[in-house]
């Protein structure tokens, strides 16, 4: 039973680790993100396509392709930049592990 309890409460201690490694992480990215529009104009893009891959008329079809380059552009560029600003972020805060589970520390490993 002991070892039960024991085996419990190192899981838990586990667990916290990890949620607070990955909250780290998510606050990295979220303030690196928060300075561009990259999700508004992904949605814009998305409702875009479906409209002209939904239309029958051929002119209006291509008609809303050319008004959705603007906002391919400028996605583009606002990944750029996100991708420049995020390579001055120090390595070891930008590490991702490829351990198909979640480990306290394996970044370190």
């Not at 070892?3 to 990955?22: P, S």
């Not at 239309?55 to 380059?69: G, N, V």
């Not at 996100?82 to 490993?109: G, H, M, N, T």
Request: glycine share 4%.
């Amino acid at each position: 039973m002991d070892t039960l309890i024991m085996a419990a409460l190192i899981a838990a201690g586990v667990h916290m680790l990890n949620v607070r490694q990955q909250r780290r992480r998510i606050a990295l990215l979220g303030s690196h993100l928060s300075q561009f529009q990259i999700e508004k104009l992904m949605e814009n893009l998305l409702e875009g396509y479906l409209r002209a891959l939904g239309e029958k008329e051929e002119a209006r079809r291509d008609q809303i392709w050319q008004l959705l380059r603007t906002t391919e552009l400028q996605l583009a560029e606002q990944f750029q930049r996100f991708a420049a600003d995020f390579a001055k972020v120090e390595p070891q805060r930008a590490r991702v592990s490829r351990i198909p589970v979640a480990l306290p520390f394996a970044l370190q490993l």
